[in-house]
């Protein structure tokens, strides 16, 4: 398959995963939670578990990857997004929800860090640009999944709270997709796997695998970028919990204004990712990535001082355009500096870190505006964002970025021969 034919199916698998697990995760699930009797900490950690079983499996996921093979390891995540959305129909407890959501929670986790991996492998010099687009189909699926859900759920003025079955239903049609996602996955990656180790030992494979964490943890370059992408999604997941607060309760915006601010962030990324990923890929990644933490300081600062939708509105799209200059070249970076053969190994590193920033941003801005107000906790954040540039550029070279390409041709040469 034409590597560009093999990447339109790839996107496309990601879409129909990224919709179902979108249909079960909001506004469906803290509404599900509330149902079945959680209480307001009870709904964050339903709603939250699922990051943790990033944070514990994406590094061990991509790793095994490189492994036993990409189309393995991608089949495994598949399954899960195409068979856990059942499980939901059968839960009648809190406990059981929260049980349930750390398992589905594995789906990306695995699914994710290997499919960029794949991406890495095939895009070539265009590896900003691809995986760019990649991770903007996601953003579709998303964008497409939550609002299908709260239609689903969504009773006239007057008539009674969803009730079981109207959750049921939502997770019947988040399996359907699911399941079409793995059906397509199952035709795109049928045949023979390529880049198994084919005849090691379960020894050669296990060291192996302590190889490829070994080598990439220890590469100062392949952390720090991908903790910059750690740190942005940090100040994006605190603009996502308290944008919504702050326009809502002290600007003065009604909800469907708030929701609007947000949905401008998004768009700005997604439509602006693909574009600065190839100019990425032409002008070099630094400083997209550096301009791009400079920006989503600017607009998280710029908030608390602000009381009107279209000047908020403006903040919003500073910080989206920030987050898609960071985004479109901190994963391709990240792939540039390390050995092809640890693709996978990296890009489970880097989901780590980034769920860690994403499980983080609220936290740490609840804290901050609890204990401050919303200026000064935004002020804290974006100070963080800057401090982070200096450090970027210091201790991120690619001076020896052409020995490690060395390194691919050397391994791509023995394993041909």
Known sequence: MHPLSAMTGINAVG???????????????????????????????????STVTGIIFKMPAGALSDVVGRKHTMLAGLF???LLPFAYLFITNYEALVAVRFIHGLATAIYGPVAMAVVAEMAGERRGEMLSWFSSVMIVGTLLGAPLGGFILHHAPGAPAPGLWDFRL????????????LLLGLWLLRGPEVHASTGAS?????????????EVVA????????????????????????????????????????????????AVTMVAKPVLGRLGD?????????????????????????ASFWTLAAAALVFGLGEALVTSSSAALVADLCRKRHYGAAMGTFGTIFDVGHASGPILGGVLVAWLDFRLAFAVLAVVLLAAIPVFLAGVSLDDLSKDNEGDSADDRAASA
Not at 32 to 44: D, K, N, S
Not at 170 to 181: C, H, I, K, P, Q
Not at 290 to 306: D, I, Q, S, Y
């Open 202 to 214: 379960l020894a050669e494979r296990l060291a192996k695998f302590r190889q490829g964490i070994r």
């Open 80 to 82: 899960v997004f195409g």
């Open 219 to 266: 590469d100062r370059r392949v952390l720090l970028t991908s903790a910059m992408e750690g740190v942005q999604n940090m100040g994006m997941g605190a603009l996502e919990a308290f944008l919504p607060v702050y326009a809502v309760t002290r600007a003065g915006l009604n909800e469907l204004e708030a929701g609007m601010l947000w949905a401008v962030q998004i």
């Open 15 to 49: 879409f129909l995963a990224r919709f179902s697990y979108a249909l079960a995760r909001n506004p469906v699930l803290p509404l599900f939670a509330l149902f079945l009797g959680a209480g307001p900490e009870a709904v964050g950690l339903a709603v939250g578990i």
């Open 282 to 306: 032409i002008h070099g990644r630094k400083a997209p990535i550096t301009v791009g933490l400079a920006c989503c300081a600017l607009g998280l600062a710029a908030v608390p001082w602000l």
């Open 170 to 181: 939502v997770f019947l049609v988040s399996g359907a997709a699911g399941m079409s996602a």
